[in-house]
């Protein structure tokens, strides 16, 4: 079993905090109370989100033992602070009820099935991108989907924050991959594994990803939503470890994909977009 359903969008749990607790929270606990009674279960997956991280902790970042650190602080030399490297044994900071509900539910997975002798595995997802994703209204998740469909509809793309937040794109075919390595795997049982590329990509470049696909795109510097974290990337060792396994589809590669599909489907361009559109023109 995998239990996947929430309400994924950091957005609306933040305006419904309520309804973000009712989904995620006493949801979860409906499912985990079924599989704890459960005599035909053999493992249950919880999915769970990267968000648990927020901003990360100060040892995040490379140690004086870490072998990876010369090459870091001469990366830092150049462009700046290095973004923070999640670690499945780091301790969580979420920022967003959307995340603190993701946080509670990994700890009563393992508090709820472990007594009852149930297999379970907690996989956290990074920035999970890839057709079929559509936008909704009022939310700032599914940059990818955002700014294709914002740019085929001729209308800036907004750069929250001036696109400075690093996210760890991992592409939906790698996601259900990845899920399914977790559900059937021996290694992964009551392990908590990233599911990420550990390659870290800021929001501005996919801005200019996506425009290369549309030309003549203008880009917009707008506010940084509340509890929109500046992000990081996967470790990936211990994914690769228990998994057996790494993403394979890279983010030019997944953004042109998306552009693709988005070209050829024309109904998933909604219609209060080309409404919005309409009335710019």
Request: hydrophobic share 40%; glycine share 10%.
């Amino acid at each position: 079993m995998v239990r996947a359903t929430a309400l994924a969008d950091v957005a609306a749990s933040t305006r419904l905090p309520q309804d973000a607790i009712d989904h995620n929270v006493s949801g979860t606990q409906t499912v985990l109370s079924a599989a704890a009674a459960s005599r035909r279960l053999k493992r249950l997956v919880f999915v769970s989100s990267a968000s648990v991280y927020g901003n990360g902790n100060p040892d995040d970042w490379a140690g004086p033992e870490d072998e990876h650190r010369s090459v870091r602080e001469l990366l830092g030399s150049v462009y700046g602070a290095m973004p923070p490297r999640f670690g499945e044994e780091r301790r969580l900071h979420p920022l967003s009820v959307y995340a603190n509900t993701k946080a509670f539910s990994e700890v009563q997975t393992d508090l709820v099935l472990r007594p009852a002798g149930i297999s379970y595995s907690v996989v956290r997802y990074f920035s999970v991108y890839g057709q079929p994703q559509v936008i909704k209204p009022g939310s700032h998740s599914w940059v990818v989907a955002w700014f294709a469909a914002r740019a085929a509809a001729g209308l800036p793309l907004h750069l929250n924050g001036g696109g400075h937040q690093v996210r760890d794109f991992v592409h939906v075919d790698d996601i259900a991959e990845g899920t399914l390595r977790a559900l059937t795997g021996p290694p992964a049982d009551r392990k908590t594994v990233n599911v990420g590329t550990g390659r870290p990509t800021t929001i501005r470049t996919v801005a200019d990803l996506v425009s290369g696909h549309f030309p003549g795109t203008r880009v917009v510097e707008t506010p940084m939503p509340p509890g929109d974290p500046l992000g990081g990337c996967a470790g990936t060792t211990l994914m690769q470890q228990v998994l057996g396994w790494q993403p394979a589809i890279t983010i030019e590669d997944g953004i042109a994909q998306y552009v693709r599909w988005l070209k050829s489907t024309p109904a998933a361009l909604p219609g209060w977009l080309r409404q919005e559109a309409g009335q710019g023109a």
